[in-house]
């Protein structure tokens, strides 16, 4: 059963001017990278605030498409005919390693490239493949190179390069897709989810003549899971009739078709996906009528460039509403990565605790790589439940958090001096704990005094009654440790 939610953001798309009411301040930033990345260290909103709204956003965009794509590992690039040549061993055990590696490398993007790598998750869970149908690490890697290099670029280009891309060929059976046994997989889904939303648009016919002229890529160039390319005696030369369109259309004729032919509606299926992501799940006819529209009306004036749409999305009145604050409930990697980004913390070298990212996301469902179906994951609502709950905040607490305390217990000290610029005063310092890891304080008043009491708890109540505590004291790094455990298991940090 689906449920439709009215939205309660009345703001429109003009772009946001900060004023005496409406400041630009560190709630804006915080929700800014919480949801366009996974949340900003507090040391750096200083510099955030010292643009404005809109000369910063440019800046994070600039460089997100200014940056240099992963170097991928030699095996990744490699057929495997090739691996013996190049020291590696092709075999079941090996390939599965060389997939848990680009895992890592995935998630490790999410780490140090937090914007550009909340892009390229947003597009796998939209222009989907899952490794457990293609089974080849170095497709695996490939795909997730496509999806980086793509994630700000020209929607079309990247349409047309990932069909081509093998893990998706593989995936959705385009290398299965012969003239006389046309396979309507990929037709479908390119359709259905990849650019116009189901049953928007196209009729059965269409995914049919699609799937004709999609034949004849289905050659290895050098074995099993090397390369594909076309083979023109595999393909499909008779005439097909695409949305009202006929003739002898090919590959590249479709997405030509399909660009020309349902201009609005793949504009509007896009720009509705990326208003759900990084806006809010709850879109209603007031939101597709002043929001969704004007922007794939931008979209489509911008040739299909990503960039114009975030830009526009971002810079608004409406992305800053209060109402679009804490609506959107965080994934595992989101919530696992946000915690490690927001905290600022030495959490040891990364190979030590890239497993357990890795095998905890999967638990909870968000399998990087490998989602459960081409759909994706279904997100927001669908990630928690009362066993998730518990489990997600006690992972926090006594793994992630533990890393961090096993690696420098002063460093908790610090955190909570640079935040409350070394108060003296315990209010004021859990309050800006509070701010740094949820944005805001709860939004009960007797959450935020129980989390009060909670760093107090250490200290005899009278060194705070006389005012002779201070941040020096030797208990502090365990006051600050006990109050983020608090705050991690409160259901208002699984929002973002």
Request: overall charge negative; some cysteine; aromatic content about 14%.
């Amino acid at each position: 059963m689906t449920i439709n939610f009215l939205s309660c953001n009345t703001s429109p798309l003009t772009v946001y001017v900060p004023d005496a009411n409406n400041p630009w301040d560190s709630v804006k930033v915080r929700h800014l990278h919480n949801r366009l990345g996974f949340g900003i260290v507090s040391s750096d909103i200083a510099n955030a605030l010292s643009k404005t709204p809109s000369t910063y956003i440019d800046e994070l965009i600039d460089a997100t498409i200014a940056m240099a794509p992963t170097t991928p590992p030699a095996w990744a690039m490699l057929d495997p005919d090739d691996y013996a040549a190049n020291g590696f061993t092709y075999g079941e055990d090996e390939n599965y390693a060389f997939f848990e590696e680009a895992q890592y490398t995935f998630i490790k993007e999410l780490l140090d490239n937090g914007i550009r790598g909340r892009l390229t998750l947003f597009w796998h869970n939209i222009i989907v493949t899952g490794f457990s149908d293609y089974g080849f690490a170095g497709y695996a890697f490939r795909y997730f190179l496509a999806l980086q290099k793509n994630c700000l670029g020209n929607f079309k280009t990247f349409i047309s390069e990932i069909g081509l891309d093998e893990a998706m060929l593989k995936y959705l059976n385009g290398f299965e897709n012969i003239v006389g046994h046309p396979n309507e997989n990929y037709a479908r889904e390119l359709y259905e989810l990849f650019t116009l939303g189901e049953g928007n648009g196209y009729t059965e016919d269409d995914i049919i003549n699609t799937a004709r002229a999609l034949t004849g890529y289905n050659e290895y160039t050098n074995g099993e899971n090397s390369r594909i390319i076309f083979n023109e005696e595999n393909f499909d030369a008779e005439n097909k009739t695409i949305f009202g369109q006929t003739g002898n259309w090919n590959y590249d004729d479709v997405i030509d078709i399909l660009f020309q032919q349902r201009t609005q509606l793949l504009a509007r299926y896009i720009c509705e996906r990326i208003y759900k992501d990084f806006v809010s799940p709850e879109v209603d006819d007031e939101i597709k009528l002043l929001i969704i529209n004007p922007l794939a009306d931008i979209f489509i004036a911008n040739n299909f460039e990503l960039a114009p749409v975030f830009r526009t999305l971002l810079k608004s009145e409406h992305f800053f509403d209060a109402n679009a604050m804490h609506v959107i409930i965080k994934s595992p990697l989101d919530l696992i990565v946000q915690f490690m980004t927001t905290t600022g913390f030495d959490f040891d070298n990364y190979d030590m605790n890239k497993e357990s990212i890795k095998n905890m996301a999967s638990v909870f469902d968000q399998q990087i790589l490998n989602p459960p179906t081409v759909a994706g994951w279904d997100g927001d609502r669908d990630w928690l439940n009362s066993g998730t709950i518990t489990f997600r905040y006690a992972y926090l607490s006594e793994d992630v958090l533990r890393w961090a305390w096993e690696r420098d217990e002063e460093q908790f000290r610090v955190f909570a001096i640079e935040l409350s610029n070394n108060s003296n005063d315990p209010e004021v310092v859990c309050q800006a704990i509070f701010e740094a890891l949820m944005t805001e304080i709860p939004y009960t008043e007797a959450d935020y005094e129980t989390g009060i009491d909670v760093f107090k708890s250490r200290v005899p109540s009278n060194y705070f009654e006389q005012n002779i505590w201070s941040l020096s004291f030797s208990a502090v790094p365990l006051q600050v440790r006990d109050l983020i455990e608090y705050i991690v298991a409160l259901p208002d940090y699984q929002l973002k």
